[in-house]
């Protein structure tokens, strides 16, 4: 059997927040929300001072608000579905997405 290869990482990709107060180009297909805000400059880096681990127990002080709120990644998935042969079975496969 023979199939075509679609890569979803080169469809245009945005994340944003449950209400669309923060919407930016992601860097990707769906990843971690932090890593794509951190790009935009939304936040600092999230593994460094009180943003992170510290030895002495405080973490994630000031980016917690970004757990608490509901992401969502979207592609128009138009240059995917052109591509496909109406009389093959299609299978989309992605690896790595967390829910």
């Known amino acids: 059997a023979s ?7 080169n469809l245009d990709w945005t994340l944003k927040n449950q209400n669309g107060s923060i919407q930016i180009p992601a860097s990707g297909p769906p990843s971690q929300a932090h890593l794509d805000l951190l790009k935009a400059g939304i936040i600092t880096e999230p593994l460094l001072g009180i943003n992170g681990l510290e030895s002495n127990g405080l973490t994630d002080f000031t980016q917690r608000w970004i757990v608490n709120d509901n992401w969502t990644y979207t592609a ?5 579905t052109r591509s ?6 299609t299978l989309l496969v992605l690896y790595g997405i967390d829910t």
């Open 76 to 80: 128009d998935l138009g240059p995917f």
């Open 84 to 89: 496909l042969d109406a009389g093959q079975t």
């Open 3 to 9: 199939a075509a290869i679609f890569d979803v990482a």
